[in-house]
């Protein structure tokens, strides 16, 4: 099979925000501070690693479809649809909801173009699945960082008071 041009441009539009949601997630990684740095520090490496290696199986797959990946910088910085990340440190609040928006572009940016993908090579529209499925759950548990508790906290104390009235 070989790719339609429609089809490259939509993946090409994957790969360069999958490319840029590597860099600015290195980005956040060397300068996010604050309370739970560590733990978002180590989570963002995971983020990052799962990235690359989209990247790089989407690129690979662009080229067994006869296309030709794009991932130059000036690319990247063109197409992307990835708000910027800040330049200096960035506390760990502010840096989950950044993490969270760029995960969120990069998977409207495969939604956007998943049906046009699908409807030409289920096959490609498979691993974007597979891609959505991690990306979204990075974002769930990125954004957890930052949601407030629900629940009651309900004491030994207090259960034995309610237990003796």
């Avoid at 989407?58 to 690319?75: I, K, T, W, Y």
């Avoid at 090579?121 to 990125?142: C, N, R, S």
């Amino acid at each position: 099979m070989k790719a339609s041009e429609e089809l490259t441009t939509n993946l090409q539009a994957v790969l360069v925000d999958m490319i840029e949601l590597h860099l600015q997630g290195k980005q956040a990684h060397w300068n996010v501070v604050g309370k739970n740095f560590r733990d978002l520090h180590l989570q963002l490496d995971e983020i990052i690693e799962d990235a690359r290696i989209f990247t790089d199986e989407l690129a690979e797959r662009m080229r067994a479809l006869r296309a030709v990946p794009d991932g130059r910088s000036v690319a990247v910085a063109n197409g992307t649809s990835l708000p910027p990340f800040p330049a200096g440190l960035v506390d760990t609040r502010d840096t989950v909801t950044h993490v969270v928006a760029m995960l969120d572009a990069v998977v409207k940016t495969m939604r956007d173009v998943h049906d046009q993908v699908d409807e030409e090579d289920p096959t490609t529209a498979d691993i974007l699945h597979g891609f959505i499925a991690k990306l979204e759950q990075y974002a769930w548990m990125v954004d957890a960082e930052n949601i407030a508790a629900t629940a009651e906290v309900v004491t030994p104390q207090d259960s034995n008071l309610e237990a003796t009235r």
